[in-house]
């Protein structure tokens, strides 16, 4: 296996994030040079001899086209360690996870992606290993069932609830415990949050959403600040063969170029359309971190510079009434991922999977970086509609 590749750059002095997401992972500065990285399609190298530290050998174990967005990442996240892409975000989170070891205790959200929790669900099929779910927005209630786990995977905003975790105190609770705590930060993005910063061991990405934001990858990523857990978890999708195809991975680089762009206009666009719909006669309920519905809203949102792109939408009318404003809709796409240019939604309890304690006429939107007028006309018409 070939050796991780070097440190990413470090700049000589401290740059917005918005910044560093156009700025990092770029080839070095020579005359003549490209500014961006090229794509490397091979699936082997040259390879005489002994192999040399650092010697690239084969694309399942390292590929120079993946280094560039690891470095990013990890520079947007403030990682120390290059960050590690995956086939997929769930192919990432079966790294983090590979933690957990038969017969142990894993905390996770009541509400989640809904693969994670099947994920955790297989695990315990498999390995016996005992799951416990909490409300992440309830900071006792998690704080309490660290106690004897082995590892704590978070989301902030949780999937689709929107429910919003203090994750200082719940990282530091894990420390003190000395559970291996992972924050999915898929939502948030790191524009938001960096969860290494407040003391998480790992952060996984779905990088097919906001991070390559375009709707045309599919790839996940993990960072971590530890050499160690950093090198466990490239151990891991070496021999799991769960790895990136280079021409994914560049092009989710390039989408990442405008991330700061995107997520501003769609957090601004989000918080207005959460401003209307609680106003709207035919909405029965609106989730949206701007809107307080919580202790744990409030406190937690104070930590996030944005609000996020996602909305959570209850129409009058139940799952029919949903189903409806779904099929009278003609801007926003009925789809079911999120996180790119265009907007999109889906009720989410078609799903057999979803959590249970999800109301069935719950619409998740994800807002992208149309007019907020055409979005809201949209809305609104397939709103009056019922």
Not at 16 to 39: H, I, M, Y
Not at 41 to 66: H, N
Not at 266 to 283: C, G, I, K, W, Y
């Amino acid at each position: 296996m070939s050796a991780p590749h070097d440190q990413p750059s470090v700049p000589p002095r401290a740059l917005s994030p918005q910044t560093v997401a156009v700025a990092a992972g770029r080839p070095a500065r020579v005359q003549g040079g490209p500014v961006n990285p090229p794509v490397v399609l091979s699936s082997t190298y040259v390879s005489q001899g002994v192999q040399q530290p650092g010697e690239l050998l084969y694309t399942r174990m390292d590929t120079e086209t993946w280094h560039p967005f690891e470095e990013a990442l990890a520079a947007l996240e403030g990682a120390r360690q290059p960050g590690v892409v995956f086939s997929s975000g769930m192919a990432a989170i079966a790294a983090v996870l590979s933690f957990v070891p038969a017969g142990g205790t894993v905390v996770v959200p009541r509400h989640a992606y809904q693969v994670t929790l099947g994920f955790v669900d297989d695990l315990t099929a498999r390995t016996g290993v005992t799951v416990r779910r909490v409300d992440v927005a309830e900071t006792d209630q998690v704080v309490a069932a660290l106690d004897g786990a082995d590892v704590v995977l978070l989301e902030s905003p949780t999937n689709p609830m929107l429910e919003v975790a203090d994750l200082p105190v719940l990282l530091a609770a894990a420390r003190e415990r000395g559970v291996l705590s992972v924050v999915d930060n898929t939502f948030a993005t790191p524009l938001g949050q960096q969860p290494l910063a407040h003391g998480a061991d790992l952060v996984v990405h779905s990088v097919t959403k906001y991070l390559a934001g375009h709707s045309d990858v599919v790839l996940g990523a993990v960072v971590t600040d530890d050499a160690d857990l950093a090198a466990r978890v490239r151990a891991y999708r070496t021999l799991h063969g769960a790895i990136a195809g280079p021409w994914e991975v560049w092009l989710a680089l390039r989408g990442m170029r405008t991330l700061a762009l995107r997520v501003e206009r769609s957090q601004a666009t989000a918080a207005e359309l959460a401003r209307r719909l609680a106003e709207h006669p035919d909405v029965v309920e609106v989730r949206h971190p701007s809107l307080p519905q919580d202790p744990g809203h409030e406190r937690a949102t104070r930590l996030m510079d944005g609000y996020g792109s996602v909305l959570g939408l209850r129409p009058r009318g139940g799952a029919a009434g949903a189903d409806a404003v779904v099929a009278a809709l003609e801007l926003w796409v009925p789809a079911t991922s999120l996180g790119g240019v265009e907007s999109c939604l889906e009720r989410r309890r078609r799903f057999a999977t979803e959590s249970r304690t999800v109301p069935e006429d719950l619409l998740r939107m994800s807002v992208g970086i149309e007019d907020v007028e055409d979005l809201w006309a949209d809305l609104d018409q397939a709103l009056r509609s019922l």
